[in-house]
Each structure stands twice: as C-alpha cells, then as structure tokens.
C-alpha cells in the first residue's frame, strides 16, 4: 500500500476556543482534497493509529480531542454548488457558517433558516454535535441537511440522505464525529430574509405561566434568564420584509462592555455573593427596557461570543421547562454565593428522528447554564453544574453533544430509542473504532466496556 504522501506535523498542540481542554495530537493534518482525506485514513488504518476530525475548535468539551492523528478540517471549505432555484447548496465540510452565509448565500439571495447563537464553526461540527438554535417549529440544524458524503474507516466514500442509505443518514446527522471524515454537506436552505426582533423584560413567573403562548408568538422565541433575579428578556425574532433599522448593539459587542462585564465578573470571584447584584445591574443597564430592531437574519440570530466560559446545556422535554426553572430559580435562592453569571438561555425545537439527536423523538427546551473565567480566572462551578444536571435529569433529561458533561454510555442508552442501532452502524462503519476518542468511549461505553452493542 502506497504511504501517506501527504506531510503530518507533530508537536502541534491544539485548544478548544474556551481554553477548557488541550490535547498533543501524534501528527496533525490539514488536507485540501477527498485523495488526501483518504490517504491520511488509508496510512492510520495500516498503522492501526487513531483519527480524530476536527472543525474550528469550538466545542466546549473533549469532544474534538485526540492524541492519535488529528485532521482539522479548515482549509476542505470549497463552495461544490448551489441551486438558487431549489434553493439548495453544497459545500465542502469544513466550511465555516459565517463564510457560508456572508460569501455565498447573501450574493446568491439565499439564507439558512435557523442557525446558532455563533457562526463561526464549520458546518460538519455543528451537524456531530446536534447544535441548535431556537424556534418551537425548527429543528436542529441538522435537520436542514438533505446530503452527507462521508469517508469511511476503510477509506472508502459513501453518500446518505432522506432516500439513499437512510438510516446512516440518520445516525450521521449528529454522529460525534465517529461514523467518519464528512467531506461534504447539502443544505435546505431558503430566501434571504430580515427579522424583526423584539425584546421585552418581564418577570420569571410571567413568562412560565404562559410559557406554550408565548413560544407561539414568535417563529424564533428565546429566553434570557438573569440567574439570582426575578427578571428575563423575552427575545422574539420573527421574519419581516420592513426596512434595517438596527438601533443598538448589544453592550459586550463593544470593548468597554467586554471588559466591563469581565471586570465585575472577576471582582465577584472575591465576593461571591455580588453576582446577583452583578446581574441585577446589568440587567437594569441594558435590558429593562423594550427594545425592537430590524436586520438580515444572521445579525440577529447571531450575537457575541464574550469570553472563556464554562457552559452546559441539556435538552429536556418541552413540557418540562416551568417546573425545571422553578426548581433551579428555588436552588440558586438557596445558594446565593454560587457564581452563576448571566444569562440562562432557554431556547426551544422540534422534535426529531435523528438517532442520537437530543430532541429525538419530543419537542424540545435546551437550557444553558454559565459561568465565565473572566481573565483566565477559574470560578468553581461544579456545585451549580451539579445542581443543575440533577434537576434535568430527574425530567429525563439529554447532555448536548458539544457541552461540558460527564454521561457514559450507561446513563445515556436509555434516554435515546434508537441508541443501539446508532451503536450497530457506528461499529459496522468502523470496526475498530479508529474514529473513537476518550470522550467518545466514554459516551458510547457500555458496561462491560465495549463500546455500544458491539
Ligand atoms: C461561544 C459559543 C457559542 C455556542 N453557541 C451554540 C448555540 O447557540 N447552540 C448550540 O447548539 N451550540 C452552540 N455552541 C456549540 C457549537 O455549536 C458546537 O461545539 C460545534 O460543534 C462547534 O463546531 P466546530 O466546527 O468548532 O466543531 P469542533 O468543536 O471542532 O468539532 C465538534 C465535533 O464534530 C466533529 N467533526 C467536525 N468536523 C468533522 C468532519 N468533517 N467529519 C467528522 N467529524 C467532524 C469532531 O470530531 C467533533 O466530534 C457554541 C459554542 C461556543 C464556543
């Protein structure tokens, strides 16, 4: 067998975004065709060696990590074709969202119909992951996917979409990354369009009381928690053709806010009991009034990243969502000194039929918990993580894929149908588990330590 021509760097260290995990991959690879895909998978598979894909980084936990070879999937983010007139598009799978968006659907009049709170993530990494938006009649991003061509563990490429091998489909519409290297990714997508968005600041109480109307109001509804207060942020975004007529930008979109917030936040960490006055003023400072604006979609979808931060996010049943934050709201009164920083970001979906999707089979309320390390300066969380996964997992309750959590496989079964048959195409994809990482043996281990039913 011909040996891999194409060059490994070693000593590369790579980093997540939030600087929470690191790892020292054997070789590290940057490949620009399908041939050197394949051939980097060919040399690992000879040399029994471990491949690890990853896109831009972005996930908050060691789901990208490796210490076998890693192959960063930046520079395969070729436009392959659009279809303006089904409004379709193909891309290479390390494109980024925001590269997609800006360079090629705007020019083209097209837009995506429902994205994340960030777009600069590749879209492979967001479809491994089950990443979500918000919208009670959207799904997850995946579920804009009509194509996934993928390379296998034995090198060899396979296409899968709602009529071709449906099942792989499936399962690699949020795979984690172990099914194989994606090379490229076919999207629904639709006309470019504005959104109207309104945000109004109301109380907890206010909102959970009529939670199903309020999340009917509006195609993109999301809530936004001040943790250790009384008050939210109803956020609507609905479509529009009225004109741009973006009034403000959210305050830590600019330097001072961004250090401002950070200083608070780092001067709580001496007093622990000031972030419910922390998120009090800031909340009375930026969102205690009403506030609309007009822009094209992915300006308002979008907003920024802020810094570092410590996040989890789990998906529990829609119906769920009251009782969840009135036990987490009665928690947090009774832990006044535990940092949870703002926001709590509560968003909705559709339900799906993705195997290991976390909105699998129900509608969907994803709630998103943080707390920020402003200046590098690790906050101790675990109590308030802890809190939390176990008020989400008495509702039956699902980790997001990308966020930090310490499920295994034998917690996880249970909660997802159709979880050996993701098992049995995951093992009959790649036997021996090439594609697998520690994060992925720990979520897909089951208790005799084989991974799956395999
Ligand atoms: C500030 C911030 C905001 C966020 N906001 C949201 C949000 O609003 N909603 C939400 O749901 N999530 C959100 N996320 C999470 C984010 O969407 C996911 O972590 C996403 O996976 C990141 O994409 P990435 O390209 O960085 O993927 P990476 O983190 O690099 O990789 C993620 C997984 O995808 C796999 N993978 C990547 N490319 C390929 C490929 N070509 N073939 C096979 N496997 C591949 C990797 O192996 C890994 O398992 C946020 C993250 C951050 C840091």
Not at 58 to 69: E, K, N, Q, R, V
Request: proline share 4%.
């Amino acid at each position: 067998m011909a040996s891999c021509k194409i060059p490994g760097e070693q000593g590369r260290t790579f980093t997540n975004w939030a600087s929470t995990f690191t790892c020292k991959p054997e070789l590290y690879f940057e490949p620009t065709t399908t041939e050197e895909i394949i051939q980097i998978v060919n040399e690992a598979r000879r040399l029994s060696k471990r491949v690890k894909v990853c896109g831009y980084g972005h996930s908050p936990s060691d789901i990208a990590c490796t210490d076998g070879y890693m192959i960063d999937m930046r520079r395969f983010n070729q436009l392959i074709n659009i279809d303006e007139k089904n409004c379709t598009v193909k891309v290479q799978s390390g494109c980024l969202l925001k590269d997609l968006i800006d360079d090629v659907l705007e020019p083209h009049g097209m837009a995506m119909q429902n994205i994340a709170s960030i777009s600069d993530v590749t879209i492979a990494g967001v479809i491994c992951t089950g990443t979500h938006g918000t919208g009670a009649n959207y799904g997850i991003l995946s579920t804009q996917v009509l194509e996934i061509e993928l390379i296998t563990a034995a090198g060899e490429e396979v296409t899968c979409s709602h009529t071709e091998n449906t099942d792989l489909f499936r399962a690699a519409c949020c795979s984690l990354g172990a099914l194989g290297v994606i090379t490229a990714v076919t999207l629904q997508c639709e006309p470019a369009f504005k959104l109207h968005q309104r945000q109004q600041p109301c109380t907890l109480d206010e909102v959970l009381d009529n939670l199903d109307e309020h999340i009917s109001s509006s195609e993109h509804f999301v809530l936004y928690w001040m943790p250790h207060t009384e008050s939210v942020i109803m956020c609507r975004n609905d479509r529009t053709n009225e004109q741009v007529s973006d009034v403000s930008s959210w305050f830590w979109n600019t330097f001072v806010g961004y250090h401002c917030f950070q200083f608070a936040y780092w001067l709580s960490s001496f007093f622990p009991s000031s972030v419910g006055f922390i998120n009090r003023t800031f909340f009375y400072l930026l969102f205690s009034k009403p506030l609309e604006r007009i822009n094209i979609s992915r300006n308002l979808f979008n907003f920024a990243k802020g810094f570092p931060q410590y996040v989890t996010d789990w998906a529990i049943p829609r119906e769920q969502t009251p009782t969840v934050l009135r036990e987490l709201r009665t928690w947090l009164r009774e832990n006044p000194n535990e940092a949870a920083h703002f926001c709590i970001e509560v968003r909705f979906c559709q339900g799906d039929n993705i195997m290991i999707s976390p909105a699998y089979g129900r509608d969907t309320c994803f709630i998103n918990i943080i707390v920020y390390r402003p200046y590098g300066k690790l906050i101790p969380y675990a109590n308030y993580w802890a809190a939390y996964e176990n008020i989400v997992k008495r509702v039956g309750g699902r980790p997001h894929w990308a966020k930090a959590h310490q499920e295994t496989g034998k917690e996880l079964a249970d909660l997802y149908p159709e979880w050996d048959k993701f098992c049995e195409i995951r093992q009959k994809m790649d036997p021996q588990g090439m594609f697998l990482n520690e994060y992925l043996e720990r979520v897909l281990c089951m208790d005799n330590g084989a991974t799956g039913n395999a």
